[in-house]
């Protein structure tokens, strides 16, 4: 563990001088300027508006992540090739373990800001926010866990192929998590990552706000949680046996 931590702290060093936190901070921020402007004139009711912006949050996702996880193994191939990575067979499991926790937590953060960030502004600034403070926490979670696989997906993605790859994939997921809403998405959504967050969410809407509306959602709720879970377990345990493997990326 203390080697570990100590492989994490050297990566938060490595992407110090990148865009990487920027992208973190003012994607966010830049995203909550933009929704609050548009809420204030606005007719939309406080509901639909905060489901909208949320929304949005899931569709833009898959490309965000392609971006950080791109310039996250940009950085390891600028700096040596993957040399360190390649080192020692232990040496793998750590540094790939290090660059995921590194994504997962900045991440989580970023969903953070972006989630109570918006909510600040909607009470303080907008007067317009009926939700309570809980609504919002329980909503990042569900969007934060929807995106672990797709972190770890992108991960893989930019180690095996190219940034390129990365983020033409992550474009089409944003296009596929937003016909996620329509109705082509009823039945498939399950078994499309890109799509849990949007669909995930929307039932959480439903059953906080519309509970007697949510027993007609629940078994396709609870059988995409479960999907949701097991891809997530099933995509880490791969990860860790292709990477021990692992000799270089072929580019494309």
Same mark, same amino acid.
């Given at each position: 563990m &203390?080697?570990? +931590?100590? $492989?994490?702290? =050297? /990566?938060?060093?490595?992407?110090?001088?990148? $865009?990487?936190?920027?992208?973190? $901070? =003012?994607?966010?921020?830049? &995203?909550? $300027?933009?929704?609050? @402007?548009?809420? +204030?004139? +606005?007719?939309? /009711?406080?509901?639909?508006?905060? @489901? &909208?912006y949320i929304q949005v949050l899931s569709i833009t996702f898959p490309l965000l992540i392609s971006v950080v996880c791109s310039s996250v193994v940009e950085q390891e191939a600028l700096a040596g090739n993957f040399k360190e990575l390649l080192s020692t067979e232990n040496g793998r499991y750590r540094a790939f373990i290090s660059k995921v926790c590194l994504l997962l937590i900045c991440g989580l953060c970023s969903t953070i800001l972006a989630v109570f960030g918006f909510e600040a502004g909607f009470h303080f600034l907008l007067g317009q926010n009926e939700l309570p403070l809980s609504f919002y926490f329980e909503t990042s979670l569900i969007l934060f866990g929807c995106q672990i696989f797709m972190y770890i997906f992108h991960l893989f993605l930019n180690f095996r192929f190219s940034k390129g790859a990365s983020i033409g994939i992550g474009i089409t997921e944003s296009l596929l998590a937003a016909l996620m809403l329509t109705g082509l998405g009823d039945v498939i959504w399950k078994y499309i990552p890109c799509g849990w967050s949007v669909r995930l969410c929307e039932s959480f809407f439903v059953y906080r706000l519309k509970p007697d509306s949510f027993p007609d959602l629940q078994l396709d709720t609870e059988m995409g949680v479960a999907i949701c879970i097991c891809f997530t377990i099933i995509i880490i345990a791969f990860s860790l046996i292709w990477f021990s493997y692992y000799e270089g990326r072929q580019e494309i």
């Open positions: &203390g080697v570990l +931590s100590r $492989v994490l702290r =050297a /990566d938060f060093l490595k992407m110090k001088h990148t $865009v990487f936190f920027w992208i973190h $901070v =003012a994607m966010p921020i830049i &995203g909550i $300027v933009l929704f609050l @402007s548009y809420y +204030s004139f +606005s007719k939309l /009711d406080s509901i639909n508006k905060v @489901s &909208g």
